[in-house]
Each structure stands twice: as C-alpha cells, then as structure tokens.
C-alpha cells in the first residue's frame, strides 16, 4: 500500500517525511535494521510517534512528500531553497513590445527566453538587445505619456517608439531580429542586417545605412567576445547536476546548457545539512531530493505559454546514478526511481534521459559541474566568519543570485542638510566584500524647495542611473539601499521605473525607535512584505554599517560646503569686493579665517586692495 509517512519527536516537532510503496514495510524497517547510518540511527532515536497517508499510487506518494518536505522544512529532510524562480528575458505582448527581465509564472501574453541560469546572464542579454536593437525597456504607463524622448534615446540604446520615431511595423522589424538572436540564429540576423544596410545605401539613406552598419558591427563584436564559449552542435537542451561535499557540507551544482551553449551554472546548498562527524546522506539521496524539489513544480509546457526554452530539458547528465529506496531502508535498488521518472516525463511532455557516464562534450561539462560544486564549497567554508558571514546572511535573506560574494555590490544613498541650507547627497558603494572609498561620490543638489528630501532623492537617483545602460555588468548594483521610509523607497521606484531598472533592487532602511540600531526595518519597492531582522542579525549589522558611512560621507561633505557658503557670503557682503578680489584674499591668508587674522596693514598688502578697503574688511570681519 503506497503512501506518506512523517515521524515526531516528544514535543511534537516533524523529524522526517518519507514515502513508501508499501508504508508497513518501510517503517518498519526503521525499528528492525540494526545496520542504519548514523544519520538515520540519530533520528530513529528521537522517534516518539508517527503519522501515515495512503495515496493511491507512488507517484502521487512521491508529490505529496514533496509538497510536504517544502511545507514544514523537517531536519532530517534534505531540504533545497525554493525561493527563488530562474530568470527570463521577456518581450511583452504590447504593440511596441517591451525588453526586461522577468521572474515568476509565465503566461500567454507575453514572449519569454530562457531560462537562464542567473540574473547576470539576463541583464547581460538585456543590455546586447538594447545596444544592437535599440528596443524599449520602460513601463507601459511611462511608455504612453512620453512626449518626447528619453535620454535612452539621447545615448543610442531606444528607438524612441513612443513619440513615433519609427513605425509599428520597424520596430517590429527590430523585434523579430531580436527574437532570432535570442534564438541563436545569429547568421540569419546579420544577413539581414546587411542586406539593409546595402539596401538603402543604393536608396542614398546613408544616415539609415549608418545606424545599420553600427548595428552590424556592435553585434559583430559581441558574437566575438562569446566566441570562447563552446557550442557544440547537436546537443540541445542539458542540464548537468552535480553533488560534492567537503568538510560536513554539500553542493549541488547545476549548469545549464542551451542550444549547445553553456549558459553558466548555479550552486545550492541544502538546508540544515553540515555536520560536524562528516557523516552526510549519500550523493544518490541528495540527487534525488534536488531533481524533486527543483523540477516537479518548475516544469512548464512550452506550447501553452510560448516560453522558448522549457525549463526540463531532455537529458539530465549527473556525476552520480540515482537510486531509489527500497522498502527496506537499508538497501538500495539500482535503477532509477521509476516514479520521479514518470513525473518528469509527463510534466515535460516527452521522455527525459539520465545519463552518469556521459561521453563527449556532455563529459566536459560534467567535468567543469563538479569542480565548480567544490570550488563554491570552498568559498561557503571561507564564509563562516567576519565581515563574509554578514554578507552570506544579507545575500541569503534578500535571496540574490551570486556566484560569489565578491560579486555583490550595494549602492547606498543619503541626504544632508541643515535646515534646507547646502543640500549634499551621498553614494557609497560596498563591494568586494569590502567599502570602496574610491567609488564614493557626492552630488549637489539644486533647482528644488529647500528641506525637500523627496526631490533631492529622486534628482540623485536620476543623475547616478541615467547612463546605467553604459555600465558593465559588475558595476549594476545588486541592492540600492536608500535611507528613508515609504516615502523615499516611492520616488526610488519611480525613478528606476522611468530607466527601465529592476524596482526589487530597492531596499529602504526605515529607522526604529531612538535610531538605535537593530529596531531598522527594510522596506521593498517590489510589494514583498517589510522585514524586522532584529539586533542579532548579521544582515542587519552590514546594512547599518553601510548606511552609516553614508551618512558620514554625507554629513562632512554637507558641512564642508556650508562652510564654504558662508565663506563666500561673508566676504561678498562687502561693497568694493569682487570675485577676483575675494579669491586673492582666500588664496593669500588660506580662507576667511587666516582673513580674519591677519593685521589691516597685511590684508592691505593684497594685490588690488587699498588701505581704505582693508580697513573695511577688517571691520565687517571683527
């Protein structure tokens, strides 16, 4: 009889959740084998009741466990983070469709890519696209009310559709060769470009015939920087799946191949599993639990939602072969598990291969999977203390896509002001697991009512992002950290809604009661619910300590620039001297102060200054 068990300790809490083809036999067998691991041995001995579910057939034994063991996290489960979606670069369904990067559900409106294997391997699609096809990347309401072009234009990277620059059937022109490309057909993208090109040079439209051959040569440049990236024709679709461990910890590392192309890979590490003794459950078991929990509810139909690239792919290559548990838990069967294999092949709709001795390219990748498995194994071991334990914690709750911590950057912004005098604002930046004081930088803020921190925040943002198209990919932040309520984290969403910037970098950093720090709450722009982390935790430590060096940076950049102000008022405030004047005076006795020291017989030494004036100034200056 085919079902769910789930084992309890004394107080109540879940220990484990298991299914079995027949649940008698199985958890049984917990309580008669003499020979169980010392991981199972442990959680046998804190057993004090279980629970039972028949279901009607394995497969929906193994659907129900699965749902389970994400539902309630036991510990002695293997246990993946499922909390974050693999991103997609997406053409949405409008008129003049929209480029941008999409995580989430996918539907029939819209045209996705992917999925690719981190959000660094879509923003760098997204800024090629925008380059090469000058496609749009604003929201729709900002998309309508334009009446004239954005600096997006101004740079070469939109066509300016809103304001009728070209016509629905151009741009859709633009977007079809955008679509090939996306779809690696990148000889028929640039015969066509070229083909144009001669076209309307014969037709004398040079300056059209320019912006084609720009084209050409933009996309032919980056077909070159990608060309160290093997294809290897005939392979399609693979994933290639991974588990080292090391040191009482495990990796499960998964690359993903395309079109034969290596996309790039990503590392997971399983909840709750690093152990002290070393003793781990087998690679075959993780295995098992990561194809489970990462594919069952991933898979999409591709003809349903138009999604170019199904997120199963047909071959599934890994480093270990699996097996499936008996009813006895202490042998193991050598085939696959039959359930999970009939699971996948009917979410994806064909039949999925596994391979463990591949051959070939596919070994290749293999090779690379498993080194980088341990190599980002080493990298979580060097970040269990210090300053990387704050970063690994801060990354973790914000869930980012990170190959490594060296790879977050987090740009953090303040405004000062005394009383609305000398408004300064303030951009640090933390990366490299380190502050960057060589990345700091302040903007004067003007042409706004004065003590009006909202338009002093959003004319930063705008000044600091307006080219952000131009930025290499490691010099896009990760998180902008804005110090400020709802208030602030609203015109932060604004601004970057305007640039066609993710809104769900925005973190704002509300200040508890007495600023003291550990009462902070984070604010998101992209509707996620607030956090309260509290004063032990170590996400919170590094955020506070950001914020505070934006603020330093700001205040003595603020007060420095009203002591200059009221330098410069003090001494205009005198009949008789000018610019010129005034700055041989400063220059001479170093600022006012050395001014205001020095004797009227010595100011009257200064070029172009009288006895008579430098009477006048030692008055008004004492």
Same mark, same amino acid.
């Given at each position: ?369 498993? +080194?980088? %498995? $341990?190599?980002?194994?080493? =990298?979580?071991?060097? &970040? /269990? ?7 690994? *914690? #801060? ?112 973190? +704002?950093? %509300? $200040?508890?009661?007495?600023? =003291?720090?550990?009462? &902070? /709450? ?7 619910? *607030? #956090? ?91």
């Amino acid at each position: 009889m085919p079902g769910v068990y789930r084992f309890f300790d004394e107080a109540g809490h879940i220990l484990y959740v298991g299914k079995a083809r027949d649940l008698k036999k199985r958890v049984s067998s917990y309580f008669q084998n003499k020979q169980l691991s010392p991981r199972i041995a442990l959680m046998v001995g804190k057993i004090a009741r279980y629970e039972t579910t028949v279901t009607r057939s394995e497969t929906e034994a193994l659907i129900l466990e699965n749902n389970l063991i994400k539902e309630l996290a036991p510990p002695f489960n293997i246990l993946f983070r499922d909390d974050k979606s693999y991103p997609y670069v997406m053409l949405t369904g409008h008129q003049f469709p929209r480029l941008a990067s999409y995580r989430g559900k996918v539907d029939k409106r819209n045209h996705y890519f992917g999925p690719f294997p981190n959000s660094w391997a879509v923003r760098n699609s997204v800024q090629i696209l925008q380059k090469v096809f000058r496609l749009r990347t604003c929201e729709d309401s900002v998309f309508k009310n334009r009446s004239r072009p954005c600096l997006l234009h101004q740079i070469h990277r939109c066509s300016a559709p809103c304001v009728g620059r070209l016509s629905v059937e151009q741009y859709g022109q633009d977007v079809a060769q955008a679509t090939r490309f996306l779809e690696g057909d990148h000889s028929r993208v640039l015969s066509e470009l070229e083909k144009e090109m001669h076209a309307h040079s014969e037709a004398m439209e040079f300056e059209m015939a320019a912006v084609l051959r720009d084209r050409i040569a933009d996309l032919s440049s980056v077909l070159q920087q990608q060309s160290m990236d093997t294809v290897a024709e005939g392979e399609g679709d693979v994933d290639v799946i991974a588990v080292a461990q090391m040191e009482g910890m495990v990796c499960v590392n998964l690359a993903m191949i395309r079109g034969g192309r290596h996309l790039g890979d990503r590392a997971y590490f399983p909840k709750g599993l690093r152990t002290t003794s070393g003793e781990l459950p087998a690679p075959p078991e993780i295995l098992e639990a990561f194809i489970a929990q990462h594919y069952l509810e991933e898979g999409v139909d591709e003809s349903a939602t138009g999604v170019t690239t199904n997120l199963i792919p047909p071959v599934l290559v890994l480093n270990h072969a699996l097996q499936s548990t008996s009813d006895d838990v202490s042998k193991l069967s050598d085939a696959p598990p039959e359930d999970l294999h009939e699971l996948l092949n009917a979410q994806a709709g064909r039949k999925i291969t596994f391979l463990h001795q591949p051959q070939g390219q596919r070994r290749h990748w293999l090779a690379m999977a498993e +080194g980088n %498995a $341990k190599i980002a194994l080493t =990298k979580r071991l060097v &970040e /269990t203390g210090g300053q990387l334990a704050r970063a690994r *914690a #801060l990354a973790d709750i914000l869930a980012l896509d990170l190959e490594s911590l060296e790879q977050l950057r987090i740009e953090c912004f303040d405004i000062s002001h005394t009383s609305g005098e000398a408004t300064q604002a303030s951009c640090v930046v933390y990366t490299k697991n380190a502050m960057q004081s060589s990345e700091y930088r302040r903007f004067n803020i003007s042409d706004i009512t004065p003590g009006d921190d909202y338009a002093a925040m959003r004319q930063v943002l705008q000044r600091r992002y307006a080219n952000f198209q131009e930025l290499p990919v490691d010099k896009i932040p990760q998180v902008i950290l804005i110090d400020g309520g709802k208030g602030q984290v609203e015109m932060a969403r604004q601004v970057l809604t305007e640039f066609g910037m993710d809104v769900g970098l925005i973190v +704002g950093v %509300a $200040k508890g009661e007495g600023r =003291k720090v550990g009462l &902070e /709450t984070l604010i998101f722009a992209d509707g996620r619910p *607030a #956090l309260e982390l509290g004063i032990d935790s170590a996400a919170l430590l590094l955020v506070a300590q950001i914020r505070d060096e934006a603020h330093r940076f700001a205040i003595t950049g603020m007060r420095a620039k009203r002591a200059k102000a009221r330098t410069v008022s003090r001494l205009e405030e005198i009949e008789g001297i000018g610019a010129k004047r005034r700055q041989k005076l400063l220059a001479r006795f170093g600022g006012l102060k050395g001014v205001a020291n020095a004797s009227i017989e010595e100011i009257a030494s200064v070029e172009g200054v009288s006895l008579t004036l430098a009477e006048q100034i030692y008055r008004q200056l004492h």
